[in-house]
Structure formats: structure tokens, C-alpha cells
């Protein structure tokens, strides 16, 4: 028996569910880090429980799919889990330096990375408002960047955790371009569980080959990392992937800059953290210029 179309509001609620548990991915890895979980350790288990929980789902809908990987397939996937890993590698441990505001405002700028990227690696060439948001954009990076040198606590590192969101946000940006390829001949449970697969492989390396442990954390610790893997992880995305049969593409890119301004007021009500001046500006801008960015790439 077939089903109508969802409910009109649905799709909107779906999207702010989803946001909701996107934003609280900086908050629970913060909580991770004063159990004493390494950052290293937080991003192989968030990634691999997340995994292991699809694990059923994707052999049930998708098994032929993944019985049949191409050599192709299999390289393509070993690309995005690897710019995947480096990710949250590099995106957790930025928590460790600098405020949550900055961090999550700084990695979520991937879709001016990737419209830099597709103009030097494609010859796509971006429209006037695209090429608009990205200069506002990164001028309000260069503002956090500056705010945070200027107001940094004894002990913190923020031009150190805003690189390393950067970096992460350059890493993400790499896992879209190549997952795009991947996603486009293979069902999203079995796309998804590929990409967080191979990419806990390549974190698991990492922990190995550096020392860092994955057991001996206190009962909590592991608490909130499962919570990272079934709240950010499966039902945040989850929720932006349903939501793309029912809205535009451009609104869900829009939603998407609501997880900077969420994490930021949660991190003010658990961690008591409080925007400087220029920071905020700088924060401003650069929603501003992602949001003209998302509309030039609509056009």
C-alpha cells in the first residue's frame, strides 16, 4: 500500500530535530574530554559505534549493493573515510584549544571549501552571490581568528584549535567531493556505513600507531560517546538525509547554519562561555556569508 506525502510541518520538525542533535556533537565531546577521553579516542568511537549500529540495517537493505563493490568503489571509499577521520580527528581536538562558538562557526564552512575547490579542481566557476558570501565569509573567519588571539585565557591555544577547525572543515570538505562519486552509485545505508566503517579503520590505525588507548575510561566516558554516535552522528544526519526528499537542498544548507548558533548557546549554558565583540561579529559574518553562498549555489 502506498503512502502520501508527509504532513507539511513534518519535514520542518524532522530538520529541527536534527539540528538539535548536531549541535549538542561539541558539547558531548567536551563532556568526553573532562572524563579524560582522548580526542583521538572520542573520534574512533563516535565513528565506529555509529557503525556498528547500522551494521544490521545495511546488510538488510543494502547487502547486494556492498557484495558488489568495484575496485573503484572500494578506493573511493577508503578516500572518504580517510578525509572523513582526518575530520574529526583534527575537528574534536580543536575543542581542547579554543571555544565551541569559534570551532563549530570555523569547521562548518565547508561549502565555500568545496565551491574553491570545484573552481580550481573543475573549472567550476562561481556566480557573483557565491563568490560574495565566500569574501564575507572568510572575512568573518579572519575576525574570529583575531578575537580569539586577543582574548585567549592563560592556557589556551585558540589560533591552534581555530586551524585545526579549519583543517577540519578543509577535510570535510575533501569527503564530499569524494563521497558525492560514491553516493551517487550506492543506497545511503550502505554509503554511510561505509564511509563511518572505513573511517573508524583509519582512526583505529591512528590510536594503535600513537599509544592512545581506547579502554580504561570510567563507565560515563562511554556514556556520552555512544550518545555522540546515536544523537550527532545517526539521528542528526539521518534526519538532514530523509529531509532532502521533502525540501530544497538550499533550505537544509541554510538549517545547517543554525548548528554554530546552537552549540554556541549550549556551550554558554553548560560551560558558562561568553562571545567577545569582535568574535561576534566575526561569527555573524560568517553566517551571513555562507547563507549568500548557499543561495548562489541554488542559482
Known amino acids: 500500500?502506498?503512502?502520501g506525502p508527509p504532513p507539511r510541518w513534518l519535514p520542518f520538525a524532522v530538520l529541527g530535530v536534527g539540528l538539535l542533535a548536531v549541535s549538542f556533537g561539541a558539547i558531548l565531546a567536551r563532556f568526553a574530554q573532562g572524563y579524560g577521553l582522548p580526542s583521538l579516542t572520542i573520534a574512533t568511537l563516535r565513528l565506529g559505534l555509529a557503525a556498528l549500529v547500522i551494521t544490521p540495517l545495511a546488510l538488510w537493505q543494502s547487502g547486494q549493493a556492498l557484495r558488489t563493490l568495484s575496485p573503484r568503489q572500494l578506493l573511493l571509499t577508503c578516500g572518504a573515510g580517510f578525509f572523513l577521520a582526518l575530520h574529526f580527528?583534527?575537528?574534536?581536538?580543536?575543542?581542547?584549544?579554543?571555544s565551541v562558538a569559534?570551532?563549530?562557526?570555523l569547521v562548518t564552512t565547508n561549502l565555500l571549501w568545496v565551491g574553491i575547490a570545484s573552481f580550481f579542481l573543475f573549472g567550476e566557476k562561481p556566480g557573483r552571490l557565491m563568490a560574495v558570501g565566500i569574501v564575507i565569509s572568510l572575512s568573518g573567519s579572519l575576525l574570529i581568528f583575531w578575537s580569539d588571539s586577543r582574548n585567549s585565557v592563560p592556557g589556551s591555544?585558540?589560533?591552534l584549535g581555530n586551524l585545526l577547525a579549519v583543517a577540519?572543515?578543509?577535510?570535510?570538505?575533501?569527503?564530499?567531493?569524494?563521497?558525492?562519486?560514491?553516493?551517487?552509485s550506492l543506497p545511503l545505508p550502505a554509503y554511510v556505513w561505509l564511509a563511518y566503517g572505513s573511517a573508524s579503520l583509519?582512526?583505529?590505525l591512528a590510536c594503535q600507531a600513537s599509544g592512545t588507548p581506547l579502554g580504561g575510561y570510567a563507565s560515563a566516558a562511554y556514556l556520552v560517546a555512544l550518545g555522540m554516535a546515536l544523537g550527532p552522528q545517526l539521528l542528526g544526519h539521518t534526519a538532514y538525509n530523509w529531509s532532502l526528499r521533502h525540501v530544497s537542498t538550499t533550505f537544509i544548507a541554510v538549517v545547517t547554519l543554525g548548528e554554530p548558533v546552537g552549540s554556541a548557546a549550549l556551550a554558554w549554558l553548560f560551560f558558562d562561555e561568553s562571545f567577545a565583540l569582535l568574535?561576534?561579529?566575526?561569527?555573524?559574518?560568517?553566517l551571513v556569508g555562507i547563507y549568500?553562498?548557499?543561495r548562489g549555489e541554488s542559482r
Open 168 to 184: 577540519g572543515s578543509w577535510c570535510f570538505s575533501a569527503y564530499l567531493l569524494i563521497g558525492r562519486r560514491l553516493r551517487a
Open 292 to 294: 549568500l553562498a548557499a
Open 1 to 3: 500500500m502506498e503512502t
Open 202 to 204: 583509519f582512526l583505529l
Open 279 to 286: 568574535q561576534g561579529v566575526g561569527f555573524v559574518l560568517l
Open 89 to 98: 580527528a583534527t575537528w574534536i581536538t580543536s575543542l581542547e584549544f579554543t
Open 157 to 159: 591555544n585558540p589560533l
Open 102 to 105: 569559534s570551532s563549530t562557526a
